[in-house]
T-cell receptor
Framework: GDSVTQMEGPVTLSEEAFLTINCTYTATGYPSLFWYVQYPGEGLQLLLK?????DKGSNKGFEATYRKETTSFHLEKGSVQVSDSAVYFC????????????FGTGTSLTVIP | DTGVSQNPRHKITKRGQNVTFRCDPISEHNRLYWYRQTLGQGPEFLTYFQNEAQLEKSRLLSDRFSAERPKGSFSTLEIQRTEQGDSAMYLC????????????FGPGTRLTVT
């Protein structure tokens, strides 16, 4: 079935470091791919999305490119800030998933000053 | 618009009791979803409504769980005869049909069964 695999955390980085969180997916058809972020004590928020191969989603300095050939959607940011500390979830939704999302297990990021 | 709201935010109950959670979606959204999230895991789909019709249910949704959306606006999720394994965060999300599956999540209701 459809699924998402995320790199395990937790990840700890110093401020201004480069961030990569890996996400790969398994799906039949052509899913849409998403990154959601969950700040402490808050609900999930959509960070960015891509709906077809080679699309790049971007928001708040974060980017992810939909790579069909490697079935990946890695999240990157060039220079992280303390305020980026949160849990990041990769997710997919597609023509074969009905109307539900499949989420990865989440990657906890802590940025230290 | 204040987004998706859920009540209560926290619920502690004893095993065997019934609990009910409420979700108020974004007002113009016709789709509503319930998910369950346990510690260290991503959200898992439970059920989905389009307007007042419940169109999908996960195998995770045992017969002790029931969800309603009677007027196509707010929704309730009831768990009967709670078990300790039901302890989790219950998330509600809503979306507008035709917006490429962009779901907006509420803050969740954290259930603790003692």
């Amino acid at each position: 079935g459809d699924s998402v695999t995320q790199m395990e955390g937790p990840v700890t980085l110093s401020e201004e470091a480069f961030l990569t969180i890996n996400c790969t997916y398994t799906a039949t058809g052509y899913p849409s791919l998403f990154w959601y972020v969950q700040y402490p004590g808050e609900g999930l928020q959509l960070l960015l999305k891509a709906t077809k191969a080679d699309d790049k989603g971007s928001n708040k300095g974060f980017e992810a490119t939909y790579r069909k050939e490697t079935t990946s959607f890695h999240l990157e940011k060039g220079s992280v800030q303390v305020s980026d500390s949160a849990v990041y979830f990769c997710a997919l939704s597609g023509p074969n998933t009905g109307n539900q999302f499949y989420f990865g297990t989440g990657t906890s990021l802590t940025v230290i000053p | 618009d204040t987004g998706v709201s859920q009540n209560p935010r926290h619920k502690i109950t004893k095993r065997g009791q019934n609990v009910t959670f409420r979700c108020d979606p974004i007002s113009e959204h016709n789709r509503l979803y319930w998910y369950r999230q346990t510690l260290g895991q991503g959200p898992e789909f439970l059920t989905y409504f389009q307007n007042e019709a419940q169109l999908e249910k996960s195998r995770l949704l045992s017969d002790r769980f029931s969800a309603e959306r009677p007027k196509g606006s707010f929704s309730t999720l009831e768990i009967q005869r709670t078990e300790q394994g039901d302890s989790a965060m219950y998330l509600c999300a809503s979306s507008l049909e035709g917006t490429v599956d962009e779901q907006y999540f509420g803050p969740g209701t954290r259930l603790t069964v003692t």
